[in-house]
């Protein structure tokens, strides 16, 4: 059955994809939502013992409680590059039928599902697909996260505009990492403008947060921040999460 849920990209890798995620994980497994979480490509992935583990994986998973099956993390490879160059340099093709039943079987277990992307929109999976052609087969609307400062206006509505034009729905943008004081003039006005000029709502901004890390796993108060500071409420409504 098809559930409702979200796909996180960004305008860029390292922008706070699993960080946005990972709070809105948090937030809605405090709402008592049973929340399931994917990564459907991860790269950068780490050798343990004989297995290759993605560390944002982990720490979405951790986020939603969500526990270990293969089906969060279908395809891992270990360099730090598209996918299509991972798949290419470690000679195994990106499986899409494997990541497609991985889905499905997420569907069946949980009411609402959270699927961060790999890198940005336009990031080849293989010669003929890329991001956006994944997000069009889960059927899922988009999150965007944006950097805060100067140049992310090109890079939000570049992002919302190749959305767009591949029949994707754009439900919101959330800026990470907007200092606490002393903004800049385009960190002050670039959300007023993206909004605007592309018709996205903004949802919210986090501040950089101490004692957050991905890669170490530790969330500090990513919940609470999130909670504060991420207006998620009309999103919900819009989605029917009940
Ligand atoms: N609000 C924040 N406060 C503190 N640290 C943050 C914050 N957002 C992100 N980081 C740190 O910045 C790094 C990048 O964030 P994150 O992993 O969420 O980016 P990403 O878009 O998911 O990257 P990738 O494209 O590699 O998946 C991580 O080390 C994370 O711990
Ligand atoms: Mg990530």
Redesign the pocket.
């Known amino acids: 059955m098809k559930k409702p849920g979200i796909f996180i990209t960004?305008t860029?890798?390292?922008?706070?994809?699993?960080?946005?995620?990972a709070g809105l994980a948090l937030v809605l497994r405090a709402q008592g939502i049973r929340v399931g979480v994917m990564?459907p490509i991860a790269t950068?992935c780490l050798n343990f013992g004989n297995r290759l583990v993605s560390m944002?994986v982990a720490f979405l998973m951790e986020a939603a409680e969500n526990e270990w099956t293969g089906f969060s993390s279908p395809s891992r490879y270990k360099h730090?590059v598209a996918p299509k160059v991972a798949a290419e340099l470690e000679k195994k093709e990106v499986d899409l039928d494997q990541i497609r039943k991985a889905y499905a079987e997420l569907e069946n277990k949980y009411d609402f599902l959270i699927v961060?992307g790999?890198?940005g929109l336009m990031v080849p999976i293989n010669p003929k697909y890329y991001v956006t052609d994944l997000i069009r087969e889960m059927k899922l609307p988009v999150l965007v996260?944006s950097k805060p400062g100067i140049g992310t206006i090109n890079h939000t509505l570049l992002t919302i505009d190749a959305a767009r034009i591949r029949g994707l729905d754009v439900k919101g943008i959330v800026f990470?990492?907007v200092p606490r004081a002393n903004l800049s003039i385009a960190e002050m006005t670039n959300p007023k403008v993206i909004s605007e000029l592309s018709k996205v709502p903004i949802l919210g901004s986090?501040?950089?947060?101490?004692d957050?890390?991905?890669?170490r796993g530790k969330f500090?108060s990513l919940r609470e921040m999130f909670q504060e500071r991420i207006r998620i409420d009309s999103l919900l409504q819009d989605l029917q999460v009940k």
Request: proline share 6%; glycine share 16%; hydrophobic share 30%.
């Open positions: 960004g860029d890798t390292d922008v706070g994809k699993t960080v946005i995620a990564k950068g944002d730090p961060e790999i890198g996260v990470n990492r986090l501040p950089d947060i101490e957050l890390d991905v890669e500090g």
